[in-house]
């Protein structure tokens, strides 16, 4: 006697758009390593960051033109432009900010001195930062083997709301197109929006 054979049928359904965060940075190692972070199946979000070898504001930039002269983003997506203080010029910065006013769903964040500032809000309110060697030095508390490559596994939700929070009560007033101030970051807003 044969036996009847069971039909399996997959089940149709939508597939969700999820919203796309499109991120050129300066780093080639930690900033892609934590906003890949964000990144998940489950997830609601897609972050698409754009690394490369040069690393000035200006090559920042041009990697973001070049994304979007291939890729439209849709009206939900957000493009952001991500860069460290450093020793980079207002006017090179300037470049940034005022492209970041095309659009709405365009974004300029800035951490200053550094990205490792941002990081170190993790983990602290970061007061009394002189210098870029201090901060990194004073992160190398909390992840000692930090060198440019971060362990994401041990920031934590609550840490990442702690440094939204540290971050923006040191913007205050906000800033209109950029910290100029030694120790902030405005990296809180972009993470903020991820979230």
Known sequence: MSKKRRQFKRPLGKKSYRKLFVIAVEGAKT???????????????????LKGSHSSPLYVLKRMLNYLKREDLRKKDEAWLVVDKDQW???????????SQKSDNYG????????????????????GITNSRECVE??????????KNIDVRKISHEMI???????????????KDWPKNFRSSTVYMLVRNII
């Open 31 to 49: 900033e892609p390593q934590y906003f890949a972070m964000f990144n998940n199946q489950q997830s609601i979000i897609r972050i698409h960051c």
């Open 89 to 99: 010029t207002d006017d090179q910065l300037m470049k940034l900010y005022e492209w």
């Open 108 to 127: 300029f964040a800035l951490s200053n001195p550094k990205f490792e500032y941002w990081l170190l809000l993790h983990f602290e309110d970061a007061s």
């Open 138 to 147: 004073r992160l190398k508390k909390y992840i000692p083997e930090y060198d």
């Open 161 to 175: 709301e702690n440094a939204i929070q540290r971050a923006e009560m040191r913007n205050n007033p906000p800033c």
